[in-house]
């Protein structure tokens, strides 16, 4: 990834989701206080019907469905959602329990921050929960990064460990991911609208902080 700087007052965010939403809920919640520096603008789905939508409606935010079905190709979807996207003007878009990989006509527009239920590089894709537990880890966690083209490759922004209890079963540990995951997350993203940062190869810094340091 180049060097890239960004400085972003106005912190307009497009929350991309295809479930529960609970990491969007979280982002609503935080931007409620105008101290926070950033507001969802809109969110996006690849599907109707789900939770994740109808937080965002109850919020009075703006939804754009765009469902991979309804294109003849993954590269005409690519150019839906990246319009879709555009229309609400960015200045970062958070995918956040958003079960697509995002092609370049949105990672060549827009910075997007992508969170992950494990400690990557480890269990990337869409079972991180559920590859840690079968590997018999005793420490897993969340990671903020900036999304690429790969999946969970992206330049890590934030971690945080979460020890793996006697017991766990894939439901009970990914609810205690969650928790820590949702405030990371809006941590991250309120840090990264206030303070600016920038990117240099893998290395994500917020204002004067290392990407990796939760301080
Ligand atoms: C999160 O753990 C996210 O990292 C993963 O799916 C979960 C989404 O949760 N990809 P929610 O929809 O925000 O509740």
Redesign the pocket.
């Known amino acids: 990834m180049s060097i890239g700087v960004c400085v972003s007052k106005a912190g307009r965010l497009v929350v991309l ?1 295809s ?6 809920q979280a982002l609503l919640d935080a931007s409620a206080d105008p101290s926070y520096g950033a507001r969802v603008v809109a969110v996006g789905a690849d599907r109707e019907g789900i939770e ?1 939508l109808a937080r965002a409606s109850r919020a009075g935010v703006p939804i754009f469905v765009r469902n991979v079905r309804d294109y003849p190709s993954r590269e005409d979807w690519d150019v839906a959602i990246a319009a879709a996207i555009a229309a609400h003007q960015p200045d970062l878009v958070i995918s ?2 958003f079960m697509k990989i995002l092609g370049a006509p949105t990672l060549e527009s827009f910075p997007v921050v992508n ?3 494990a400690l990557l590089p480890a269990f990337p894709g869409a079972h991180g929960v559920r590859d840690a537990l079968a590997y018999g880890v005793t420490v897993t966690g969340c990671t903020v990064m900036l999304a690429d083209d790969g999946i969970d490759t992206g330049p890590i922004i934030a971690q945080e460990p979460v020890r793996v209890l006697p017991g766990d079963d894939e439901a009970g540990l ?1 609810e205690r ?2 928790t820590v ?1 949702r405030r990371l997350l809006v941590d991250t993203v309120g840090r990264m609208v206030r303070e600016g940062w920038t990117v240099s190869g893998r290395t994500v810094r917020i204002g004067n902080h290392i990407g990796g340091e939760n301080s």
């Open positions: 989701v479930g529960s939403g609970t990491n969007l994740g956040a329990g969170t992950h239920p990914h991911i969650k995951e």
